[in-house]
């Protein structure tokens, strides 16, 4: 069984829908548009939509907010930043930063699911310079040193 955290959600727009699990077995859950009439997107424009929520994110935790698979491929809606994170002592609206890739419009509406979102935990790394790393078989080798193919 997966372990359970609690996170408390403060509504800033009347209508706002809590976080919800799509299925019992989903990694994420869907954070919904928030807004007073529809927004339409425009290929290529940036727009952030708006949840019309907070969460106080427990210390030691981030959120992920992540685009929908489906809006991706039937809309070409994804988020800018790939993964947006959410640091614990933020307090502000959550909220998403999208663009469509499409050619088409694509209008959101009041209570849409627009993303989707997953609570992970956050270490704490202490950065230390070095003059020597240590051997690796790939080295220095950069993007793509390992090519397509699968064969070995």
Avoid at 17 to 30: I, K, M, S, V, W
Avoid at 76 to 102: C, F, K, M, P, Q
Avoid at 103 to 121: C, L, W, Y
Wanted: aromatic residues 6%; neutral net charge; contains cysteine.
């Amino acid at each position: 069984m997966a372990a359970k955290i609690e996170l408390k959600w403060k509504k800033l727009h009347s209508g706002a829908e809590l976080p919800r699990y799509g299925t019992t077995g989903a990694a994420c859950f869907d954070l919904c548009a928030a807004l007073d009439s529809d927004l339409v997107l425009k290929p290529g424009e940036v727009t952030i939509v708006p949840t019309g929520l907070a969460c106080e994110i427990p210390e030691g935790f981030e959120m992920q907010v992540r685009g929908r698979s489906g809006l991706a491929a039937k809309y070409g809606l994804s988020l800018v930043n790939g993964i947006g994170t959410i640091d614990a002592d933020y307090r502000g609206e959550i909220r998403a930063i999208v663009i469509v890739h499409g050619k088409e419009n694509f209008t959101v509406r009041h209570g849409d699911r627009i993303a989707q979102a997953m609570i992970s935990p956050v270490l704490t790394v202490s950065n230390i310079e070095t003059h020597e790393l240590s051997d690796t078989v790939r080295g220095e080798k950069g993007f793509g040193s390992t090519g397509i193919s699968q064969k070995v």
